[in-house]
Each structure stands twice: as structure tokens, then as C-alpha cells.
């Protein structure tokens, strides 16, 4: 049953308070920690109620493939952190990315995609959908002009992330929604860097937003996962996929992306001081070329980013003077920093987008993106300021 605190004005709370208090569904145990819902199946008190349940007369549990209250709970939470009216919880953000397009997109269907995307993200548009007859004309960021420019009749979706991986460029929200709207189209914006907790798209005309809950809403580097968040009815045609397909999270996993969001707005504040803090530091070091980061004044999307977003964000991005060989110096040399291409972690992760994360993309498609040799991430965790400076600064130094 649901929790008494979850009230019918919870839509009237504040951000911290629904990251706390929505969703919950309580057990006749009437526990105060929530529950772990580790079952497969769910069982009926008669023939005639396990009748109604699958034929969506009476509401309640089915299966675990598409109806689980663990899962429940985590959809709920980000449906209200997002502003949206529905969510859909699936194994991986680049589940929830692929459950929203089959189950939006047909045969003979347009999409328009950032080039400042995911490498996996560009895998799915270009080799995957297009096998099944979606095309896919992928746009420069920042370029307006090319996004209108590559509309025709049947552009159904324009997909992008901002702020971008891993340059951190920023893009108008307004202005995108109101080009995909325009032309009867779909704006569909990864969050993933900036979480509910700094942007709500969906308030700025987006219809859909995705998240890989891998990142900062899980912010310990645990669970993988991800999510879709935007109105009933198109929410609604992923739910209908995933039933078939089986993308599914798992309850343990929504659980522990559930509590987490307890703590999202503390951890992510934390996160952008000590990146802001590292990216001025960066930026006057004698061995690095030039820093990625839109909390500073010399950022292309800094204005934009201000205004936007609550605070930057936890990653960053910096060229060191050099190739390849100084890059992969300064990554060789850190101590503590942990050397993997994953984010959103209470520890600091640094990696190498050219041979990692961006290592499919053609030449002509990195240079386009801005992936070079000597180009690092930073995934800024929360340990001690000092401390993070001086494990970069051992490989720094060296150059």
C-alpha cells in the first residue's frame, strides 16, 4: 500500500523533499526503509483476481519482466525529480535509449542526431536502427541552422545530450524544442551529466529525457541501469516494448537507485565545487593546452550553461600541451584516480576519449566531435581537493 507521508500535494514539494518522500510503497510490515522486492512472480487470492490483474481490469503485480514495486518506486521518484508524468526503468541508459526509439519509431522514420553524443549512442542510431529502416543524419551540436536545415517530413525525433561527452558543450534547450516542434518531431535529451538535480528538460520543452542510472543517480559506481521519463503516452509505448522485449532493471538495482536519490542534490552540489575548483586549477597549469568546463568564463557555453542549469556539473575535459603519448602520461602516473571510462562516481575517474569511449567513431568523426590525442576526461569524484591536484599534478609535472 502506499506510504500516508505521500500526499496529494507532493507535486507542491520541493526537489529535496521528493527525492526523499515519493514513491514509496510500504508493505503491511510497515517498514520505514523500503523494501527489496527480489521476486520473479506475484501471487493472487483467487483464479478471478489473477484474471483481472492480467487483463488490466484491477491494478497489481504480474511480473517482475514489467511489474515490480521496487521498480515502481525508482520510476516514480524520477518521474516526480523530472517533472514528467511517467517513467520506464530498463537495464542500461543505452536500454532506455533503444526502448523509446522502438517503441516511437517505425520503418521509413527520420532521426537527427547530435555528432557530440555517446559513441554507443551513434552505434545504435547508425548501424542498428538504420538495419531496420530509420535513417539517421547526425547535425553539428551548436549548429542550429543544421538542425532545421536537416528536418524533411519524416524527421520523427531529434536526439541529443547536453551538456556533451566530453567537451561539455552546451545547447539551447528552448530553441531545439521549439525546431523539433515546429515540424511535428520529438526532442529527446540525455541528462545524464547534469541529473535532475542541475536541469529538468522536460520544463524546457523536451518530451522525453534518458538518463544511464549507472552514472550519478546510482554515484557509487555499483548498478547499472537507466531510465525514460516524459508523458503517459509516449512513456507508455516503452512500457509496451519492454514488456515484450525484456530490457527489464532489476529490483535490487532500482533499490539501490531509489536510496540513492536521496542523497542526489548533496552529492552532485559536492561534485560541481570540486570540478569548478580543479577546472580553474587546470586552467592556469603551465602543461595543459586548454580546459573543457562550462563553469568558466572562457567556455563558448558558460552564459548559456548559467542559465539553464543550476551549477556545471562533475565532469570535465582538458588538452595537454602535446599527442597521445603526454596524455597517456599524465593517466599513467596518477595514484589514487581510477583509471576507467565510467562516471558519476564518489570517486574521481579519468580516461582517455579517443581509445575509450570515442575509439569507434571514424578520424573524420572525431576530429568533427573534437576527441584529440591529447584530450582527457575527468570525472571529478568527492574526495579531498588537494588531493586530486596533486595526483594529477605527479603526471603533469612530467611534461
Known amino acids: 500500500m502506499k506510504d500516508n507521508d505521500v500526499s496529494n500535494n507532493q507535486d507542491q514539494w520541493a526537489f529535496e523533499t521528493q527525492a526523499i518522500r515519493t ?6 510490515e510497515r517498514e520505514h526503509s523500503e523494501a527489496i522486492y527480489l521476486t520473479s512472480s506475484f501471487t493472487y487470492d483467487s483464479a478471478e483476481q489473477a484474471r483481472a490483474v492480467f487483463a488490466g481490469d484491477e491494478q497489481g503485480n504480474v511480473y517482475s519482466r514489467y511489474t515490480n514495486p521496487s521498480v515502481k518506486m525508482f520510476e516514480d521518484r524520477m518521474a516526480a525529480l523530472e517533472g514528467g508524468e511517467l517513467a520506464c526503468a530498463a537495464s542500461s541508459g543505452m536500454a532506455a535509449i533503444l526502448g523509446m526509439c522502438m517503441g516511437l519509431l517505425k520503418a521509413g522514420d527520420h532521426v537527427i542526431c547530435s555528432r557530440s ?40 525525433l531529434l536526439f ?36 535532475p538535480a542541475l536541469q529538468q528538460p522536460l520544463k524546457l520543452g ?42 527489464s532493471m532489476s529490483p535490487f538495482n532500482a533499490w539501490n537507485f531509489y536510496k540513492s536519490l536521496e542523497t542526489l542534490n548533496l552529492r552532485v552540489g559536492a561534485h560541481c565545487r570540486n570540478a569548478m575548483a580543479l577546472a580553474r586549477w587546470l586552467d592556469e597549469h603551465p602543461a595543459v593546452e586548454k580546459v573543457h568546463y562550462s563553469g568558466l568564463e572562457s567556455h563558448l557555453g558558460h552564459t548559456l550553461a548559467k542559465r539553464q542549469q543550476k551549477a556545471f556539473g562533475g565532469v570535465l575535459a582538458f588538452e595537454v600541451k602535446g599527442g597521445r603519448e603526454q596524455a597517456w602520461t599524465v593517466m599513467n602516473a596518477v595514484t589514487f584516480i581510477s583509471r576507467t571510462a565510467n562516471l558519476g562516481d564518489t570517486r574521481t575517474t579519468i580516461t582517455h576519449p579517443a581509445t575509450t569511449t570515442h575509439c569507434r567513431l571514424s578520424e573524420e568523426d572525431k576530429a568533427r566531435a573534437g576527441i584529440t590525442e591529447n584530450l582527457i576526461r575527468v570525472a571529478v569524484g568527492l574526495e579531498n581537493l588537494e588531493d586530486l591536484k596533486a595526483d594529477l599534478d605527479r603526471g603533469l609535472a612530467l611534461l
Open 117 to 156: 553524443v555517446f559513441g554507443t549512442t551513434v552505434t545504435i542510431f547508425a548501424k542498428y536502427l538504420g538495419k531496420f529502416g530509420v535513417k539517421t543524419t547526425f547535425v553539428d551540436f551548436t549548429d542550429y541552422q543544421q538542425w532545421r536545415d536537416a528536418m524533411c517530413p519524416e524527421t520523427r
Open 206 to 247: 523536451a518530451d522525453i529525457v534518458v538518463h544511464s542510472t549507472t552514472k550519478f543517480i546510482d554515484g557509487q559506481g555499483r548498478c547499472m541501469g537507466g531510465v525514460a521519463v516524459g508523458s503517459k503516452d509516449l512513456i507508455s509505448e516503452m512500457h509496451l516494448w519492454q514488456r515484450a522485449a525484456g530490457a
Open 23 to 28: 514513491g514509496v510503497i510500504r508493505s503491511g
Open 160 to 195: 541529443l545530450e547536453t551538456p556533451s561527452n566530453p567537451l561539455g558543450e552546451v545547447v539551447d534547450l528552448e530553441i531545439m524544442a521549439a525546431i523539433a516542434h515546429e515540424n511535428d518531431a520529438l526532442l529527446m535529451v540525455d541528462n545524464c551529466f547534469c541529473t
